[in-house]
Structures are given as structure tokens and as C-alpha cells.
């Protein structure tokens, strides 16, 4: 895990405020004036924050200020990356984490599926390496709801759900 700098250098440097997510610098440096705020967002939408020439991430500066330690793992509970209030912060485990991430590619909705065969949609769902498969669907919806159920079951509070329309 990469090494942070001393919680009391980063409370000198660094205001967090909980309620916003939003870090401001407590003295001015480096052409940077105090009360400025912190961090400029990445690519992937995260925030980061240089301390001593190194960039940290807003959200792992924020839990270590707040408890004092850091975790492996910090999910963002809404998925937003740049949401770094500490209500929106949890301590999470790898399998955690990649449940509450959105679906990807040209898929609408999370687990499904469409095969051309059977013209239908597949529902599907990962947990601990091992493929749940819940069934084939007339509906992309109707698969949808099936990865639903299944996400709460398998991942409680960290699971994904599709919008169903």
C-alpha cells in the first residue's frame, strides 16, 4: 500500500470539510493561496491532491483525516468518484467494491444480456468467482429485475441496482 504522510503534516496542510467532501489548503504554498480548494479531478473522475511532489486521492486523504488509519478498500456509496463527503465514504472489501459499479459497454443494464440465438436476454451475476446464471427473459426489464434480486441477496447494501423503467 503506498506510504501517506504524517496524519499531523496533512491536518497542518489540509481542511477537510466532512459535510462537503471538499479539502482546502490551510496555508498558502507554492503559488497556491491558503483557503484555496484543494485537488483537480483525474480522468477516471477522481479527485487528487499533491502533498510533497505526490498525488493522493481526495477520498483516502479524507477517511485517513477522518479515523486515522486507511483501509484497503473505500467504496463511494453513490458511485460518483469526486463525491468525497464522508457520509457518501465506506470501508469495503475488492468483492464489495465491484458490486457497486455500474455496468458496462452497450448494455443498458447491469448482468444482461441479449443473445441473437433465442432472442432473448440473459441475466447474469458474478460474486466470489463463481457465475450465477438466473435465466433467459423476454424483456431486458424483466432481466434487469432478475439481476436485482440477486445483487441484494448475494451483496446486501453494496449491491448495484439497474433503473428499471
Avoid at 40 to 63: C, E, M, P, Q
Wanted: hydrophobic share 30%.
Amino acid at each position: 500500500m503506498k506510504k501517506y504522510p504524517p496524519l499531523e503534516k496533512l491536518k497542518s496542510l489540509l481542511d477537510y470539510d466532512p459535510a462537503t467532501g471538499i479539502f482546502r489548503w490551510k496555508i498558502s504554498r507554492e503559488g497556491i493561496k491558503k483557503g484555496k480548494i484543494a485537488g483537480s479531478r483525474n480522468t477516471k473522475g477522481y479527485i487528487n491532491i499533491f502533498v510533497d511532489r505526490k498525488s493522493y486521492t481526495a477520498h483516502r486523504l479524507a477517511w485517513y483525516i477522518a479515523y486515522g488509519y486507511l483501509p484497503q478498500y473505500i467504496d463511494h456509496i453513490n458511485r460518483n468518484p469526486s463525491d468525497n463527503r464522508l457520509s457518501n465514504l465506506r470501508e469495503c472489501t475488492v468483492s464489495q467494491n465491484l458490486a457497486n459499479v455500474k455496468g458496462h459497454g452497450m448494455n443498458k443494464y447491469k448482468g444482461v444480456s441479449y443473445y441473437k440465438r433465442n432472442k432473448k436476454y440473459l441475466s447474469q451475476i458474478m460474486c466470489h468467482y463463481k457465475r450465477y446464471y438466473l435465466g433467459s427473459f423476454k424483456t431486458p426489464e424483466a432481466a434487469a429485475l432478475a439481476y436485482n434480486a440477486k445483487a441484494i441477496e448475494l451483496h446486501g447494501e453494496f449491491a448495484y441496482l439497474n433503473e428499471v423503467e
